[in-house]
């Protein structure tokens, strides 16, 4: 789509036309540079139409779009060398990622934020979010991303920070091929006697063996909702299941020397030029193994008077090994009119933990130990069908897509063993604190829309567009968790307390007399949940430049939502549960101004009302543990939709070509959004949720990117090099609204309306909402050397993880993560062996500050609720291009 642009000069020309109707004279400023594609001013006056000089270092993404965005280009992916989407989105104004996977935009939640793949919806893996992940997505497979922060009517309704959209690679317009192999490591990991358990053989493929397999008669039993205890089975049946259990292999942890990562990844294409098109294909393919070791603490607190102390106090080793494997391609078919693309997507991404956590619980004054053994593999699929169809000479554009993708979440074996310290300093086993689950999750999305644009000229130079367009979605998930553990009926001997966890739990002990197995919870609908989210819009838009100078796109976007979860009984005994349903229509009305006031300059000024939506896993009330935390969560099912209205303002500056000064504020006022809560479960802390009454988030943001040059300095190093100096900085501000009549309804409160002052204090932060993001990029580009290198630097000030446990006077204070400064180096060079073989060498260094993972609660004393060294990481890559 070609859109114009009046500037202050075309339109003193065009006065000048307005003068003179019959006759306007072109000229030609001898001190400006040519606008790309023009011919030289012929020498004598010739009669135009409207006279029109485009901003011509705009960037065509930048002119494209009406609204307030950001972009990362190949250029942007490549010279970060970031390995995934997740970790190269913490490069843009005003983004910072949460636990390596998930992007917080302008300090607003992952929920409150939308992903998308060329346009369609995914679904999630994850149990916690229904967003996905985006560390799920290697970079190689990425063309560009786009992420827009003002709203705009032909986008999904659910949007509070912004919708980022993926936008992967195409059929290349010459064939090429290639193929890269990475080696790093870490210096927490690498090398270090860290911990492990042996699993399968195939394990370091990211594919179990069928080690791992839920046991037939266990299968059974879950297949046939019947419950596995004594009054379902007998004696026998619950000893053969009890001995299927896979035990050595998944139960003994020890320790290895762990390995180097290492990664491979190969890529290529081609377009075939035909009597009826152009018919292109490719495809990406890429196998990525890495550690990660980590010794920390992990802290709870209590108070004693008016200061907390330490209730429980953990030292955590743990030893994660990550094994991701992505597929990618495509075919398409183009020709002057009409392109249509097919595009698959396939990745598998497996993480194998062994974790002991050790440490004295200050209440029963008992020293601890708890085993864990886990294996989680998420995988995600999606295919997707789409095309772009020119009609009138490209005055009638239609464009539709159709997608269907699937994610799976598997967690089988995942397993606690607990121990006590005895008086001589011996552990000792408390089998009833064991656990050993099987877990499974399905999600997946089914999305279709189209829309139709129609370009209607206004003038030589200026052209309204009206569009419009339906959506559709369907998104569908399945949860269910069983968890099993072994009781002793006439208790253990002192020899079988202290013996080592594969001796206890070997086929000998497996008996009616000694341990027998059991399966607890999944009543009440803790165990399992279905949910589903059923979405249709349409929406229309105006986008013109009816005054000249200013380009106006108004919108109005109309949702119906249905969202249900529906709790159910494991075991089938016929009781049924009431589901939560929401069920809303929305009209979300959007506009934005962009005012090119003078060459190259532009202000852009926008408005609207978005909503966001509880996530499942908020919704259900089921428990859940996150290893990442090993913090309890459960969802509320009395949650509702936040409503949000939008302002934005930026100033646009592009001095030069690829450089330019942006600066902008935006204010978003909120009306019911989801906030975390610690309730309190007996003497267990468990995450949980509620809508807060009302909460306001305002803030502005600057971002530079300039390029020098030094052609006439001495030194070669200086002379020969272009130095990009590029830096981004977000200021945000948000208060939480609590007056004395708001009311919350909680999961405890079972629904019923409660005071909101004992849960939510007045003017508190959100929660993950940082008042400082900055990034800033130092480099140099050599085309003689065919190198490139950058030093990047990303800072986020401190936030808010949780709410404190409690209520009113005796409610603990936040917990509050430091993610703090991270100093990274990416060096890249290009250069050519064996008789003309093009070949690349990378090296990246990451974290060279050796910042750690910082999560804390304070008052009078500082009780650290999760800390942990993230060492510093380095890596080489050498890639052959043929």
Do not use: C
């Amino acid at each position: 789509m070609k859109k114009l642009s009046l500037t202050l000069t075309g339109v003193l020309l065009a006065s000048s036309a307005l003068i003179a109707p019959a006759h306007a004279i072109a000229q030609t400023d001898p001190a400006a540079a040519p606008v790309s594609g023009a011919q030289d001013a012929p020498s004598e006056p010739q009669d135009v139409g409207e006279i029109v000089v485009l901003g011509r270092y705009i960037p065509e993404p930048n002119r494209e779009t009406a609204e307030v965005a950001s972009f990362l280009t190949s250029e942007d992916l490549e010279r970060t060398g970031d390995s995934n989407a997740a970790a190269a989105l913490t490069r843009v104004t005003g983004l910072s990622i949460v636990e390596g996977r998930f992007i917080y935009v302008r300090g607003l939640g992952e929920r409150y934020s939308s992903a998308l793949l060329n346009g369609s919806p995914l679904p999630s893996p994850e149990p916690l979010q229904r967003v996905v992940p985006l560390d799920l997505f290697p970079s190689s497979i990425l063309e560009s991303v786009t992420v827009q922060k003002s709203y705009s009517a032909d986008f999904p309704g659910e949007f509070g920070g912004g919708v980022i959209d993926l936008r992967t690679i195409d059929a290349p317009r010459e064939p090429f091929f290639n193929f890269q192999a990475s080696v790093g490591g870490n210096t927490e990991t690498s090398g270090k006697d860290n911990l492990i358990y042996f699993g399968s053989r195939t394990d370091f493929l990211g594919f179990d063996d069928d080690t791992r397999e839920v046991p037939g008669l266990i299968q059974l039993a879950f297949d046939q909702g019947q419950q596995i205890n004594g009054a379902n089975f007998d004696d026998e049946t619950l000893q053969d299941m009890g001995q299927s259990l896979v035990n050595a292999p998944l139960r003994l942890i020890q320790r290895q020397t762990t390995p180097a990562n290492f990664g491979l990844s190969a890529a290529g294409g081609t377009t075939v030029d035909t009597e009826i098109g152009e018919f292109g294909v490719f495809a990406t393919a890429s196998y990525d193994n890495s550690w990660s070791g980590r010794d920390g603490v992990q802290q709870e607190a209590q108070f004693s008077g008016d200061d907390l102390v330490l209730r429980n106090d953990y030292n955590v080793v743990s030893n994660q090994n990550d094994v991701q494997l992505s597929l990618m391609g495509g075919l398409s078919w183009s020709n002057v009119d009409h392109e249509v693309k097919w595009t698959n997507f396939y990745v598998r991404s497996t993480t194998k933990e062994a974790r002991i956590k050790e440490g004295q619980d200050f209440i029963t004054t008992q020293d601890y130990r708890t085993d864990y053994t886990e294996w989680f593999v998420r995988q995600l699929f999606t295919t997707q069908l789409a095309g772009e169809h020119d009609f009138l000479d490209g005055a009638l554009e239609f464009d539709w897509r159709a997608a269907y993708a699937k994610t799976s979440r598997d967690a089988p074996y995942e397993s606690r063993f607990s121990y006590s310290k005895d008086a001589v300093g011996e552990y000792r086993h408390e089998i009833q604190d064991d656990q050993i689950s099987f877990s499974e999750l399905d999600d997946d999305v089914v999305s279709g829309g189209a829309d139709v644009k129609y370009h209607l000229p206004l003038s030589d130079a200026r052209e309204a567009i009206f569009s419009a367009g339906v959506a559709s979605m369907e998104n569908n998930r399945s949860a269910e968790r069983h968890d099993l553990l072994f009781f002793a009926p006439n208790g253990l001997t002192d020899s079988q307390i202290h013996s080592r966890v594969d001796y206890l739990f070997s086929d000998y002990n497996i008996n009616p007399n000694t341990l027998v197995l059991q399966e607890i919870g999944g009543r009440n609908g803790a165990g399992a949940y279905d949910a589903d989210l059923k979405v249709n819009a349409v929406y229309a838009m105006v986008d013109a430049e009816i005054i000249p100078l200013i380009r106006t796109a108004v919108g109005v976007r109309f949702e119906d939502g249905k969202q249900s979860v529906t709790p159910r009984d494991l075991f089938g005994d016929g009781t049924t549960f009431t589901s939560t349903e929401i069920n809303e229509e929305y009209v979300l009305p959007s506009a934005t101004a962009t005012w090119n006031f003078a060459e190259d300059q532009q202000v852009r000024l926008g408005a609207s009302m978005t909503i966001g939506r509880p996530q499942f896993r908020e919704l259900a009330p089921q428990a859940y543990t996150d290893t990442e935390t090993d913090r309890t969560f459960i969802g509320n099912p009395y949650l509702v939709d936040t409503e949000i209205t939008n302002i934005d303002a930026r100033y646009e500056w592009y001095f030069a070509n690829q450089q330019f000064v942006t600066a902008g504020v935006f204010y978003k006022d909120l009306t019911k959004p989801v906030e975390s809560i610690i309730i309190q479960v007996g003497d267990q802390k468990q995450q949980s949720y509620l809508n807060a009454p009302s909460a306001t988030i305002m803030g502005a943001e600057f971002e530079v990117k300039k390029y020098f040059e030094f052609p006439d300095l001495t030194t070669p190093f200086l002379a020969n090099k272009r130095w990009l100096v590029q830096a981004n900085y977000t200021y945000s501000n948000s208060e939480i609204k609590v007056g004395g009549d708001d009311r919350v309804r909680t999961i405890n409160g079972g629904g019923v309306d409660e005071a909101a002052t004992p849960y939510l204090i007045d003017g508190s932060r959100l929660q993950g909402q940082s008042d400082h993001v900055a990034n800033a990029q130092l480099g140099w580009e050599d085309d003689a050397a065919r190198s490139q290198a950058t030093l990047i630097v990303n800072y986020v000030s401190e936030r808010v993880t949780a709410r404190g446990a409690g209520l009113g006077a005796g409610r603990e204070p936040d917990y509050v993560q430091e993610p703090g400064v991270f100093l990274d180096f990416v060096y890249r060079k290009d250069f050519t062996v064996l008789g003309g073989r093009e070949m690349g060498l990378g090296i990246e260094l990451r974290n060279l500050l050796g910042t750690d993972f910082d999560e804390h609660q304070e008052l009078g004393n500082t009780i650290r609720v999760n800390n942990y060294d993230l060492g510093q990481s380095a890596s080489i890559s050498l890639t052959a291009r043929f």
